[in-house]
């Protein structure tokens, strides 16, 4: 046994919808009795990609003891899936950076490629075609969540500074979702930037570019208690005080996805559909992509 990252699932919050069941590629989450079950720890990455899943906030991941993760037994329980199922895997591995673990799904599929059930030479093709086993971030640790791990950026060269003091596009306070009155006349036919804490450190042109004309709330959806509360003022945010619409602006690591399951049921409970714009924001300070 060893203390790493874990998934824990609050069962009383699970509703049975099976998508983070459907979305853990390496099997570890089934359903069982209409509930999400962790079925086997050895199975588990730790890196909580099915908490963005999750529209009932219903998982989280803690730090606890618990059997190292095991990506040969990930392995031998996929390949009887199907060819379609390793590649998801393994290209979920590459997407968080996980070279160890990806190094150990290759040396698998080439060790028993001709006693696997699909043609393993032209998975393996067809991987490196799409270069998966490629531009890996290196030196991952085992077991590392991607939303803490420690990276270092270029910096800016020296004209990057300027001297002109930056205009702020903040028009209220408080910004914090837990402080702030979903009722107030700020929100009152507004359009909203719901951003994840760290989102406007990583943008240099954050206020410039994307609070300008907008109203803000922050979250920080991993580390922030009772999101619940979350959802609530969400929902009276969107039905009573008639947003015009959402821009979610969220960091590319997994754990902060959840702000946008946060903001789907806000939207469901409120029963009333409006305009809602996502952005993935890179942790170098690029925009990942747009939606």
């Known amino acids: 046994m060893m203390k790493r990252e874990i998934i824990e699932i609050n069962e009383d919050k699970c509703n049975g919808c099976g ?57 031998e329980s996929l390949v009887p899936k199907g060819e379609a199922v390793v590649f998801a895997h393994l290209k979920h591995l590459q997407q968080y950076g996980e070279e160890k673990w990806l190094e150990q799904g290759r040396e698998f599929l080439l060790k028993h490629q001709k006693s696997i059930n699909f043609d393993c030479t032209a998975l393996l093709v067809r991987l490196e075609a799409e270069n998966i086993f490629n531009n890996i971030q290196q030196d991952c640790s085992l077991g590392s969540c991607p939303g803490s791990e420690e990276k270092i950026i270029a910096e800016k060269p020296e004209t990057y500074a300027v001297d002109v003091q930056q205009e702020s596009a903040l028009t209220h306070w408080p910004v914090q979702l837990h402080l702030i009155n979903p009722q107030s006349s700020v929100f009152h036919n507004a359009d909203l930037l719901m951003s994840a804490d760290c989102v406007s450190h990583a943008l240099g042109n954050f206020h410039s570019q994307f609070l300008r004309g907008k109203k803000l709330a922050i979250a920080c959806p991993k580390l922030d208690s009772n999101t619940e509360a979350y959802i609530d003022k969400l929902q009276v945010m969107i039905a009573e005080s008639n947003l015009k619409s959402i821009h979610i602006m969220m960091m590319e690591v997994p754990c902060c996805h959840s702000l946008l399951s946060m903001v789907k049921e806000a939207m469901q409970r409120s029963r009333r559909l409006i305009p809602l714009k996502i952005s993935v924001v890179g942790t170098d300070g690029s925009i990942r992509s747009e939606e």
């Open 19 to 75: 998508i983070c069941a459907h979305g853990c590629h390496e099997g570890a989450i089934q359903m069982i009795n209409e509930k999400a079950v962790l079925i086997n720890e050895l199975l588990c990455d730790g890196l909580g990609a099915c908490i963005g899943d999750c529209p009932q906030d219903a998982i989280q991941v803690t730090i606890r003891e618990a059997e190292p993760y095991s990506e040969i037994k990930v392995m």
